[in-house]
Structure formats: C-alpha cells, structure tokens
C-alpha cells in the first residue's frame, strides 16, 4: 500500500482460462514499478490486493465490519467493476480508473500466440501509458474550465460572517467555550499513522464492491466494558481502546448519563466521578483522587478538554473518525455533552455495580 492516490489501473481477469494471469503474477513487481513510477499511477491485481498486509491493516482501520472479503468471489468482484465502469469485454484487460470520474477506460489486452513475456507486457504498458496521458490532458482541460466557472460564482458575502463567528468563538474563556478546538486535537504521531491509513481514492468504489459481495453494511459494534474495566469494541476484532484511569471514569460517567452532561454543571457530578475512579484505580490516594476530579469538573479549567482529548484519541487508534466520533463525546456549545452511541450496544460485566455507583 501506498499514500493516498487518486488513480489506479486494475487487471480484470476473465476467468480460469486466463492466458495473462500467471504473467501478471510473476510479472507483478514490474508491472506495478511501471505505472508507478512513470505515471504514479497503482496498479491493482485483486488476488495480491486482498492478500496484502497493508491493505488489510486500512481495512481493519476504516472497515473493521467487513469480515471474510479475504476471500471474496474474485468473478463476481469482476463483473461488479465492469458493471460499474461499462467495460464491455470477455478478454483479459486493464482499466484505468480515477476518483474523479464515474467512468473507466478498459484496455484490452493483445494475447501472443506463445509465451507472455516481460517484454509483450512491456510494449502493451507503452501503449496504455500513453492513452492514459491523453485522458489526463483532457481531464486537466475540463477541470480548468469547471474551476474557472465556479471562481466566478463565489459570493465574498460569506467572509465577513465567518469572521464574526470566529472572533465570537475566541472571546469565550470558558471550558465549553474551547471544546471544538481543545478536545479535538490530534498529536502528530496518531495523525500520521491515520494518513498511513488513509483510504485512497480508487480503493473507495473497490470496498463497497466488497460491501455488497460481503452483504454487509457499516455497522457499529458493541462496546464491552469487563470487570476490570477494560472496553472492547466487541464485533471489530475485540480491539481494546486503552485509556488511563481518569479519561477512562469519566467516559464511565457520559456512558452513564445517555442524555449528556451540560459543562456548567460538572461539578455536580463529583461524586459520582469519584466512584467510578476509586473502582478503576484502587491504589491512587484520596487527595491526589480527590485533586484529579476537582479539576476535572471546573467548568473553567481546561481538564476537561484534555480528558475528552485523550478519550477521543484513544479511538481514533483503533477505528477511523467516521466510526469512531459514534463513540466518543460530542457536543455543540452550550449544549449538554454526550456520547451518542446506542445504550443497547453497551455491554457491561458489572452491570449491577455500575448502577450502584
């Protein structure tokens, strides 16, 4: 896997009587090195594709419900490419695909009368290479006509808008006032693994083949908290989302509270924070505790935001944003905070002692 790229070419094999098959595979670093470098382009053999370890890391990343595509119908996934693409071939092909088009072009591929070699694949990328190019400067014609139409278009009204709203925004000091910016940052480390992550372009349309071949949807799993307060994303390969024990308590305490908590009234909830810390840590003493919590629901201390911060990222670690903003706490200003997920996907080991709490 690769950076994010817009653009791929993707073999499509007609079927077991495939005469390119065994070529392609043994040829695949070449072929993959002659798009790449010379075009940038990817170039996807589906069997190598499903198989390769990068690929299966994005998926668990951004599709963790897709299961078992490993060893998806490579025909059907075929026929749904051709289908979406209009290719209109039985013969072995390339078809060059890219984001910014709902259309693909198909190369069909020359079969020679002997052996496949390098150089016959050779000769036949030369001249996809340059058909492609042909593609591309017309592409770039028209998305220079279509930018230069909505330049034209633009309403500079809007401006001064978003500069009220942002100065407004920056005037508050409070902790509500800060949670859009504070608690959603990411530290650069996590960031660049999400971009390592990052779904490319052509992978997209691919993936919901997947989906469909899969019969599944995206779907949420269910959230299990253990004994011992671990939390497991149950129905995505049981991943743990590890947190430290106070961001951990106080994601006890919204879980708890499905119709959110207003910052301003945090401090009503000390208590009950405190409970849920005392069970998960055990050793911490009651004035370090006690110090911990105080801060933690100050409507005026930043504490808060940080420990949103910190839950927020734990997730972001294990399932992508589009997942992982179902789990963590979410809220607009002055509005109360919550998480959104459905109780009914909450599964607690300790059940009774929680609502003890």
Sequence with gaps: MHPYESEAIIY????????????????????????R???????IYLPKLLQDKGFQRMMSYNHPYIGNYIHADLSELTIQIKKQYDINTDSSALVYIAE??????????????????????AKQ????????????????????????IRFRMVDDSFSGLFLEEESKEY????????????????????????????????LSKLIEFLEELQKTTRK????????????????????????????????????KHPEGILFKELPSYRAE?????????????PDKARESIIRVTDPYDNSINEKCSQIRIAFLRVV????????YITGRWGEPKKITLDRELVIHEHTSRLQGL
Excluded: W
Excluded at 130 to 139: D, H, P
Excluded at 174 to 196: G, Q, Y
Excluded at 223 to 236: A, F, H, S
């Design 12 to 35: 499509l094999s007609p079927g077991a009587n495939d005469p390119f098959n065994q070529a392609i595979a043994k040829n695949h670093s070449f072929i993959f090195n002659r798009f």
């Design 37 to 43: 470098k010379e075009a940038g382009i990817s170039f």
């Design 100 to 121: 910014t088009e709902d259309k693909g072009h198909g190369f069909e591929l020359e079969s020679p009368s002997g052996v496949i070699t390098r150089e016959h694949l």
């Design 125 to 148: 990328i030369d001249s996809i290479l340059e058909k492609i190019q042909c593609i591309r400067n017309r592409n770039e014609i028209l998305k220079k006509q279509d930018s230069d």
């Design 171 to 202: 005037g508050r000091k409070d902790a509500d006032a800060n949670f859009n910016s504070a608690a959603f940052k990411v530290p650069r480390d996590l960031m660049k693994s999400i971009n390592e992550l990052k779904e490319a372009g052509y």
């Design 220 to 255: 949420l799993s269910r959230l299990r908290i253990t004994q011992d307060y671990k939390i497991y994303l149950m129905d995505y390969e049981m991943k743990e989302v590890k947190m430290s024990p106070l961001p951990k308590a106080l994601y006890l305490l919204f879980l």
């Design 273 to 285: 924070l405190m409970n849920l810390y005392k069970n998960i840590t055990l050793r911490e003493s």
């Design 320 to 327: 992508s944003e589009e997942i992982a903003e179902n789990y």
